[in-house]
């Protein structure tokens, strides 16, 4: 009796940004859309949302009255984001990827993903910080790029040049 092979695992991280929507959207261009509807992945795709209390950044006075607000703002993003992801997926006639939202840091959450699930390829886009904001607050696609254990590949939107 012949087996059926599972399919690698794909992961895509997203978020709000332009350049994560691009970057799903040139992943599904050139690895989805063109062998629909036997696509040669498993296609995960992650939205990371930030954690209240780090995401106020402070603690002190005013910080239990001002969290639950940031947290259903946050919450609202992260709908806002799968919706968008699902919408995109969509529109290139890929009806089976699964969508996930964890709370944490992006990069712990990536990283950690990959990992356990054994993913063959994890995409992420860059939001083509230079050198000392990428230092400052850090990178998540450097960060994935250096710990991630499969392969990652950063996808960057193209500078329009006018």
């Known amino acids: 009796m012949a087996t059926v092979e599972e399919k690698p695992l794909m992961v895509v991280g997203v978020d709000e940004s332009e350049q994560s929507t691009y970057a799903l959207e040139w992943t599904l261009d050139r690895f989805f859309a063109p062998y629909a509807p036997n696509f ?3 296609l ?3 939205h990371a949302k930030p954690n209240a209390v780090s995401a ?3 603690a002190g006075p005013g910080m239990v009255e001002v ?3 940031v947290d259903a703002d946050l919450k609202h993003t992260a709908a806002k ?3 968008k992801a699902k919408g995109i997926c969509e529109s290139k006639s890929v009806h089976d990827a699964t969508m996930e939202v964890f709370e944490g840091d992006a ?3 990536l990283c950690e993903f990959v990992d356990k699930h ?3 390829l994890l ?3 860059s939001h083509g910080h230079g050198a000392i904001k990428r230092a400052v607050i850090g990178s998540v696609s450097d960060y994935c790029a250096h710990h991630a254990h499969c392969s990652v590949m950063i996808v960057k939107k193209p500078k329009i040049k006018l």
Request: hydrophobic share 55%; charged share 10%; net charge positive.
């Open 56 to 58: 106020v950044g402070f």
């Open 40 to 42: 040669p992945f498993k």
């Open 123 to 125: 995409v992420v886009g």
């Open 107 to 109: 990069r712990n959450i």
């Open 118 to 120: 054994h993913a063959s």
């Open 44 to 46: 995960l795709i992650i």
């Open 81 to 83: 984001v799968v919706e």
């Open 67 to 69: 969290v639950p607000h």
